[in-house]
Structures are given as structure tokens and as C-alpha cells.
Nanobody
Framework: QVQLVESGGGLVHTGGFLRLSCAAS????????MGWYRQAPGKQRELVAA???????NYADSVKGRFTISRDNAKNTVSLQMNSLQPEDTAVYHC???????????????WGQGTQVTVSS
């Protein structure tokens, strides 16, 4: 299994910044794509940013130019630097990872518990 633990959420004012981190642990063969999703109250969970094991990135239009995703494959970590935060960025942010547990197993998606980000106006 793969356990994902997020950290770095909190309360900031509009225009502020936060850095989220997520560490993967457990017994697995390889982690492929990693990413960050968010879910605001009353809304569906949405992709914020994703990064492949090779470093290719994908961002939601609403965060392009403000957020940067990065990862350390050796440490099995993924981070999200969030700048110029706006009230509409308020949500619970979840880390996720696609991983295989053995050389021959199929890929599965794993989720962290989430970390709250609140941006006050």
C-alpha cells in the first residue's frame, strides 16, 4: 500500500503564499504521476496540478502562473508552491499518486487525507 501525508496548509491573506508538501511511504514498486487536487465546500474535487515521473507538468487554468508543482523522485515527495493566493483558492487540498505495488501489478491511485488552505480577503 501507499500512504500519502500532506503538510503545509494554513490561513493566509489575499496575495500571500503557502507551500504544500506530500510524502509517500509504504511498500511499492514505483510511483508514476503525482498531483494535487482541491475540493471547496459544495463543489466537486478538481485537479490543481499534476507532474509525471519525468517532470512533465499540467495545471488548471485558474492557477497557471501562480502555482508551481515539483517532485523529488528519490524521496517520493511532491510539493506545490502557491503564490498570489486568492479567496477562491480556499479548499481542502489532497495529494494523489498513481503507483504500482509490484513489478507486475496494475497501477492504482492513492489519496492523502488532505490539508486545509484558507485565504482571507
Amino acid at each position: 500500500q501507499v500512504q500519502l501525508v500532506e503538510s503545509g496548509g494554513g490561513l493566509v491573506h489575499t496575495g500571500g503564499f503557502l507551500r504544500l508538501s506530500c510524502a509517500a511511504s509504504g511498500t511499492f514498486f514505483r510511483i508514476y504521476d503525482m498531483g494535487w487536487y482541491r475540493q471547496a465546500p459544495g463543489k466537486q474535487r478538481e485537479l490543481v496540478a499534476a507532474i509525471s515521473s519525468g517532470g512533465s507538468t499540467n495545471y488548471a487554468d485558474s492557477v497557471k502562473g501562480r502555482f508551481t508543482i515539483s517532485r523529488d523522485n528519490a524521496k517520493n515527495t511532491v510539493s506545490l508552491q502557491m503564490n498570489s493566493l486568492q479567496p477562491e483558492d480556499t479548499a481542502v487540498y489532497h495529494c494523489n499518486a498513481d503507483a504500482v505495488l509490484t513489478r507486475i501489478s496494475l497501477s492504482s491511485t492513492y489519496w492523502g487525507q488532505g490539508t486545509q488552505v484558507t485565504v482571507s480577503s
